[in-house]
């Protein structure tokens, strides 16, 4: 899981050129568990076959990247910036119900 941004622009302002290039990455894990319960009907040669599924993940994103700042006139001065933030923990649970028909041979 894995978003990628770059960005970067130039100015000058008072014969001082400035080049800014930023790349940031959004990173992190995710978990979870999965729980389910299957119920199956036989009614001579038929079947009646129904499911209930609940998903309950946990994704943890993080922010991660640098800014790297050129000023240039005389001398060149470079400055960069790390960035390496853990941002909220965000959850998600949705569940999900089969059904279906199966025949027996």
Same mark, same amino acid.
């Given at each position: 899981?894995?978003?990628?941004?770059? #960005?970067?622009?130039?100015?000058?302002?008072?014969?001082?050129?400035?080049? #800014?290039?930023? @790349?940031?990455?959004?990173? %992190? &894990?995710?978990?979870?568990?999965?729980? !389910?319960?299957? !119920?199956? !009907?036989?009614? %001579?040669?038929?079947?009646?076959?129904?499911?209930?599924?609940?998903?309950?993940? @946990? =994704? @943890?994103?993080?922010?991660? %990247?640098?800014?790297?700042?050129?000023?240039? /006139?005389?001398?060149?001065?470079?400055?960069?910036? &790390?960035?390496?933030? &853990?941002? &909220?923990?965000?959850? /998600?649970? =949705?569940?999900?119900?089969?059904? %279906?028909?199966? =025949?027996? =041979?």
């Amino acid at each position: 899981m894995r978003q990628c941004a770059k #960005v970067g622009y130039t100015e000058t302002e008072n014969y001082i050129s400035t080049v #800014v290039d930023t @790349k940031l990455a959004l990173d %992190g &894990s995710m978990t979870g568990t999965t729980s !389910f319960i299957n !119920f199956n !009907f036989g009614i %001579g040669p038929i079947d009646l076959l129904v499911g209930y599924r609940m998903w309950n993940t @946990k =994704f @943890k994103r993080k922010m991660i %990247g640098t800014t790297v700042a050129t000023h240039t /006139l005389y001398p060149t001065i470079s400055s960069t910036t &790390s960035i390496d933030e &853990s941002l &909220s923990e965000t959850s /998600l649970d =949705f569940d999900q119900i089969t059904a %279906g028909i199966g =025949f027996r =041979f």
